[in-house]
Each structure stands twice: as structure tokens, then as C-alpha cells.
């Protein structure tokens, strides 16, 4: 039991995960600035507090690629093309990589035209949606981006799986204050979140998802077998199929159930979708006074009284900011079996695991030199 709980507190620094992730990536033919991409998108996940999206996906990610079913070296090429938007193939290379592409096409197409939005057809798994839209906000820019995904979630009514848990994002930067960033799935709970509390053997709240039987249930491995739920009922399954238009079917790329599962197809490529949008503020209005603006709206909004039972008001992106300066000075908490996985692939590769031999004697990780 001892043993368990040391590993429930070991800490890393996003430092020692960050070099650790992008060499084993760089193991299966990851180029060097890529693998460096996709391990910061990682560890940027679980330093905002979403696990899910983290280093919990490093065993698949290599898994897929080591498979074949993951390009290391994509050639992505632009299929279609005006001064505000275009139409990418991301030539299945990983998610991170491809999004990111279009991402900066997106800005450069925004900052020439005001606004740029750039399709993505033959992508994958890209992690946390955040990541891309806050690159606009670098830029002074609104960023938007939205993905489909495996069908794993029950349209509203239904009882088998069609759509993704489709994610949104959009990022507004402000001046003083800290920027909007909305970052949400269309299912009540990321599936992501799911598989964690299946993998500790936890159960899941009702209302998450439904069993085979289209009974909710509060079992996360049957869960997984069954379907998640959309969030706010009709309202949400709308949305996903609405952003799963705009990623697959408007793309030219695959939707629904013919986009390929990431754990349970290893078969095929999952051949996602996804859209990436930038909005130059500059077009709109004087960038200081909408940064102003924004500040002054986000004021009012935290000074509203809190509901009964409420400590403050919250925006969207607050919590993820103060979890990512506490985890940046405490370090990052990896559950048992994360750091299983990541041992594994550890040995596996050769690759040094950067939590042995650097435990304080309260469980957390020195810096590596």
C-alpha cells in the first residue's frame, strides 16, 4: 500500500516530462521539433488540470505510430486555397502537428485579411483544443478551432454511438485580466475522463453515459463499451453534429462513425477533421481598447455576487490558469497508472525515466540538470 501511495504523489516538473515525452516520441521517428510539439501540447493538458488530454495518451500515441497507422513525417499540403481560408491535408500525420500548421496558416491568413479559416482533412488525435486557439492569442487575435472524433457519444434520443465528443475552443485575449479560453467537449464529460476512472477503477457519476442497454450507468468500463451522453440534451448533440459539419463533411474529410477510434480501430487510420479559425482584433477595432474592454467586461463579471453555495464567479479558462501556476511550482501529479504506462515505455525504449532517482522525501520530482 506504501508503495501505491508514493506513486499517487509523485510529482514531475513539465520540464523533466516535456524532454522525457519528446524523445521517446523521437524513438519512433518523430522528427525532433515535432516530437518537442506534441510532448509540450501534452504536458500543457496536465499542467491546466485536464489529465485526460495529457500524458496519459503517450502509450497510444506510440502504439499507433509504431504500428503504421500514424505518419511521422507528414507532407501537409494545401488542397484549396484564398486569401482568407484554405483547405489542408494533413497526410495522417499527428494531430498536434497538422493542427498547429493550419493553426499558423489560419493567423497568417487573419493578419492579410482579417479573418482566416483554414480546413483539415487526415488528421488525428491532437490533444487539448486550447493549445491551437491560444497560439491567436500570442498574435493579438481571437482564436477558434473544433474537431471531430470518434463516434462515441449517442445522438440525442439514440442509444448507439454516431457522434464525437467534438470539441470547441475559442480564446479571447484581454488586457490586465486573464484571457477567455473556452475549451469544452460536446458530451457531458470528456470520454477521456472515463477512461482515467476506468483505468483506477473508480465509477463515474449518472448522467455521464450509457451502458450497451441504453441504461446509464455509473460502471466506467461499461461505459466505455456503451456510450457518452451530450451535454444539456438536444442542445449539445447539436452542436457536436453541427462542428463535426464543419470538420468532416465540409473538409472533404470523414464524420461520424467512419472516423477511426483511437483505441479501439487499430486497424486503420483515424483520418479526423478538424477546422482552425483566427479573427485579427486589428480589423475590428483599435487592439488597445478592445483589450481594454475586455478587461472591463471580465471585471464586472467577477464582481457580480456569487450564487448561494458559490465562492466567486468563474470565466471560462480561470481555473485551468491558477491549476497551471500551482502545477508549475508544485509540479505534476501522475496517477499509478500513467507512470506505468510511461515505465513501460521507458524500458521499452531505452529512455531514461525521468522520476527514478529524484524523489524528495515528499514524493515529488527534483529538476533535472
Same mark, same amino acid.
Given at each position: 500500500?506504501?508503495?501505491?501511495?508514493?506513486?499517487?504523489? *509523485? /510529482?514531475?516538473?513539465?520540464? +523533466?516530462? $516535456?524532454?522525457? #515525452?519528446?524523445?521517446?516520441?523521437?524513438?519512433?521517428?518523430?522528427?525532433?521539433?515535432?516530437?518537442?510539439?506534441?510532448?509540450?501540447?501534452?504536458?500543457?493538458?496536465?499542467?491546466?488540470?485536464?489529465?485526460? /488530454?495529457?500524458?496519459?495518451?503517450?502509450?497510444?500515441?506510440?502504439?499507433?505510430? $509504431?504500428?503504421? &497507422?500514424?505518419?511521422?513525417?507528414?507532407?501537409?499540403?494545401?488542397?484549396?486555397?484564398?486569401?482568407?481560408?484554405?483547405?489542408?491535408?494533413?497526410?495522417?500525420? @499527428?494531430? +498536434?502537428?497538422?493542427?498547429?500548421?493550419?493553426? *499558423?496558416?489560419?493567423?497568417? $491568413?487573419?493578419?492579410?485579411?482579417?479573418?482566416?479559416?483554414?480546413?483539415?482533412?487526415?488528421?488525428?488525435?491532437?490533444?487539448?483544443?486550447?493549445?491551437?486557439?491560444?497560439?491567436?492569442?500570442?498574435?493579438?487575435?481571437?482564436?477558434?478551432?473544433?474537431?471531430?472524433?470518434?463516434?462515441?457519444?449517442?445522438?440525442?434520443?439514440?442509444?448507439? %454511438?454516431?457522434?464525437?465528443?467534438?470539441?470547441?475552443?475559442?480564446?479571447?485575449?484581454?488586457?490586465?485580466?486573464?484571457?477567455?479560453?473556452?475549451?469544452?467537449?460536446?458530451?457531458?464529460?470528456?470520454?477521456?475522463?472515463?477512461?482515467?476512472?476506468?483505468?483506477?477503477?473508480?465509477?463515474?457519476?449518472?448522467?455521464?453515459?450509457?451502458? &450497451?442497454?441504453?441504461?446509464?450507468?455509473?460502471?466506467?468500463?461499461?461505459?466505455?463499451?456503451?456510450?457518452?451522453? %451530450?451535454?444539456?440534451?438536444?442542445?449539445?448533440?447539436?452542436?457536436?453534429?453541427?462542428?463535426?459539419?464543419?470538420?468532416?463533411?465540409?473538409?472533404?474529410?470523414?464524420?461520424?462513425? /467512419?472516423?477511426?477510434?483511437?483505441?479501439?480501430?487499430?486497424?486503420?487510420?483515424? #483520418?479526423?477533421?478538424?477546422?482552425?479559425?483566427? !479573427?485579427?482584433?486589428?480589423?475590428? @477595432?483599435?487592439?488597445?481598447?478592445?483589450?481594454?474592454?475586455?478587461?472591463?467586461? !471580465?471585471?464586472?463579471?467577477?464582481?457580480?455576487?456569487?450564487?448561494?453555495?458559490?465562492? *466567486?464567479?468563474?470565466?471560462?479558462?480561470? !481555473?485551468?490558469?491558477?491549476? /497551471?501556476? +500551482?502545477?508549475?511550482?508544485?509540479?505534476?501529479?501522475?496517477?499509478?497508472?500513467?507512470?506505468?504506462?510511461?515505465?513501460?515505455?521507458?524500458?521499452?525504449?531505452?529512455?531514461?525515466? #525521468?522520476?527514478?532517482?529524484?524523489? @524528495?522525501?515528499?514524493?515529488?520530482?527534483?529538476?533535472?540538470?
Amino acid at each position: 500500500m506504501s508503495q501505491v501511495s508514493h506513486h499517487r504523489n *509523485e /510529482h514531475l516538473s513539465s520540464s +523533466q516530462l $516535456k524532454r522525457f #515525452c519528446s524523445v521517446v516520441l523521437q524513438k519512433v521517428e518523430i522528427p525532433p521539433t515535432d516530437a518537442d510539439l506534441i510532448a509540450e501540447s501534452l504536458v500543457q493538458a496536465n499542467l491546466w488540470g485536464v489529465d485526460s /488530454h495529457g500524458v496519459t495518451r503517450m502509450a497510444i500515441y506510440v502504439e499507433r505510430l $509504431k504500428r503504421g &497507422l500514424v505518419n511521422p513525417r507528414p507532407r501537409i499540403t494545401i488542397l484549396r486555397e484564398t486569401p482568407a481560408m484554405a483547405v489542408v491535408d494533413g497526410d495522417n500525420g @499527428s494531430g +498536434q502537428v497538422v493542427a498547429s500548421r493550419a493553426m *499558423e496558416l489560419a493567423i497568417a $491568413k487573419a493578419r492579410e485579411s482579417g479573418v482566416g479559416l483554414v480546413g483539415i482533412r487526415n488528421s488525428n488525435h491532437f490533444g487539448a483544443t486550447a493549445f491551437f486557439t491560444m497560439m491567436a492569442l500570442r498574435k493579438e487575435m481571437i482564436g477558434v478551432a473544433m474537431s471531430n472524433a470518434s463516434a462515441t457519444m449517442a445522438p440525442w434520443g439514440g442509444r448507439s %454511438p454516431y457522434l464525437g465528443t467534438n470539441p470547441l475552443s475559442v480564446a479571447v485575449p484581454a488586457g490586465q485580466e486573464l484571457p477567455l479560453v473556452l475549451d469544452m467537449a460536446t458530451s457531458v464529460v470528456a470520454r477521456g475522463k472515463i477512461l482515467l476512472a476506468a483505468q483506477q477503477g473508480e465509477s463515474i457519476p449518472a448522467g455521464w453515459a450509457i451502458d &450497451l442497454d441504453g441504461e446509464v450507468t455509473t460502471d466506467a468500463a461499461r461505459a466505455l463499451d456503451g456510450c457518452v451522453l %451530450p451535454f444539456g440534451g438536444p442542445k449539445g448533440s447539436a452542436i457536436a453534429l453541427l462542428i463535426d459539419v464543419l470538420s468532416g463533411v465540409l473538409t472533404g474529410g470523414v464524420y461520424g462513425p /467512419h472516423v477511426g477510434d483511437l483505441y479501439r480501430d487499430m486497424e486503420r487510420p483515424q #483520418c479526423l477533421g478538424h477546422m482552425m479559425g483566427a !479573427i485579427d482584433i486589428g480589423w475590428f @477595432s483599435d487592439v488597445d481598447v478592445f483589450k481594454k474592454r475586455m478587461d472591463k467586461m !471580465i471585471r464586472e463579471l467577477k464582481s457580480l455576487p456569487p450564487a448561494k453555495g458559490v465562492n *466567486e464567479v468563474l470565466l471560462p479558462g480561470e !481555473i485551468e490558469a491558477r491549476i /497551471h501556476q +500551482q502545477r508549475e511550482a508544485e509540479g505534476i501529479p501522475l496517477t499509478p497508472g500513467v507512470i506505468a504506462d510511461l515505465r513501460r515505455l521507458a524500458l521499452e525504449y531505452a529512455v531514461p525515466w #525521468c522520476g527514478a532517482h529524484q524523489t @524528495s522525501t515528499e514524493g515529488r520530482s527534483f529538476e533535472l540538470a
